[in-house]
């Protein structure tokens, strides 16, 4: 036991179980030397920097602080930095990479539960179930024998903003149903999306061609309001725009315009600011579904990011790199 490795948790002591069920605690503990009674949630105690002087991999999560150089300081055996949740950019300093730390996080297994919610959301907006919903509620009635117009998924076209991890993962999960994607992303070129299966347009064609689109970019400075006023008055009447990547992504007060009017649809669950305030009318919108940014990993699902992350230790204890390493030229590009 004593030749196994140490490993420290640095995270929210509270996400702990949730990430580590006994199950996979016990495969995590075959590993390495690791204490889940200390977690650091700082690093300027006595205790934890004396942890750190033999870690050799820190395992973090939601409530890490920040790790810069001065952490990494009074870690000098420390090999990997090993995020049990999504994007690191708020995490790491320049220093982790400047060190030659070999890092990896959880994000693909965190972008499963968000394509899962985003296929949902396509079906049923393809479906008009948010609509019909209301209309049933209202009348408190319907006629059995009676075809809805204008309703359906077969053959509609979905526009998929962004092949991230989690936009990737949408195109997989559609493939199965009779629908046609198109893709826009700077960064594929034509054959890749052959490969994916997609047919790849510039944005302002996919706004104006797609039945439902979907956000899955990163934010950042090129993405900021991508989806902005003379974007949205592209859309075609009837089309749902579905955004679980970041609110600021999209112009808020320019897509309320043309909620209000009628024009379009929105299954949002996150938006900008975030929370919304009280008095933003996408509260009272009969065409908007709000969700309170839940697409990502919850409740059983956190403990999917916790066996992506064992996954990638017994790599990086083999000797083979990560499946899903993240490298300092990649954060331009990453959510």
Request: glycine residues 6%; proline residues 5%; aromatic residues 6%.
């Amino acid at each position: 036991m004593a030749d196994r490795p140490a490993a420290l948790f640095a995270l929210g002591a509270h996400h702990l179980q949730a990430l580590y069920p006994p199950r996979s605690m016990h495969r995590l503990q075959q590993l390495v030397r690791i204490d889940q009674t200390v977690v650091a949630e700082r690093f300027d105690t006595d205790d934890i920097r004396a942890a750190l002087a033999s870690t050799e991999f820190l395992i973090t999560g939601w409530g890490c602080p920040p790790i810069t150089a001065a952490v990494l300081d009074v870690a000098p055996r420390l090999r990997a930095i090993l995020h049990t949740a999504g994007s690191v950019k708020a995490l790491l300093s320049p220093a982790c990479w400047e060190r030659g730390l070999a890092i990896t996080s959880a994000a693909a297994a965190n972008a499963v539960p968000v394509a899962e919610y985003t296929l949902a959301a396509i079906l049923f907006a393809g479906k008009d179930v948010f609509r019909l919903r209301d209309q049933y509620h209202a009348s408190r009635n319907f006629t059995l024998a009676e075809v809805q117009t204008g309703v359906g998924n077969y053959g509609r076209t979905i526009g998929v903003i962004g092949a991230s991890r989690i936009g990737r993962r949408v195109i997989e999960l559609l493939r199965p149903f009779d629908l046609e994607v198109c893709l826009f992303d700077p960064y594929v070129d034509a054959a890749s999306a052959a490969e994916l299966g997609v047919r790849l347009v510039d944005l302002d064609t996919l706004l104006r061609n797609c039945d439902i689109v979907s956000v899955h970019a990163p934010a950042n400075a090129q993405t900021h309001r991508l989806v902005g006023a003379e974007q949205l008055a592209l859309m075609r009447d009837g089309t749902t725009l579905i955004n679980t990547a970041r609110g600021s992504l999209v112009d808020t007060e320019a897509l309320i315009h043309h909620l209000e009017t009628g024009r379009l649809y929105a299954v949002l669950d996150v938006t900008d600011p975030e929370p919304l305030s009280p008095a933003s009318a996408l509260w009272e919108l009969p065409n908007v579904f709000l969700t309170p940014h839940i697409a990502g990993s919850h409740g059983n699902e956190l403990a999917r990011m916790g066996d992506c992350i064992i996954d990638e230790l017994e790599r990086i204890l083999d000797g083979r790199p990560f499946t899903h390493a993240i490298v300092a030229t990649d954060l331009d590009r990453v959510a």
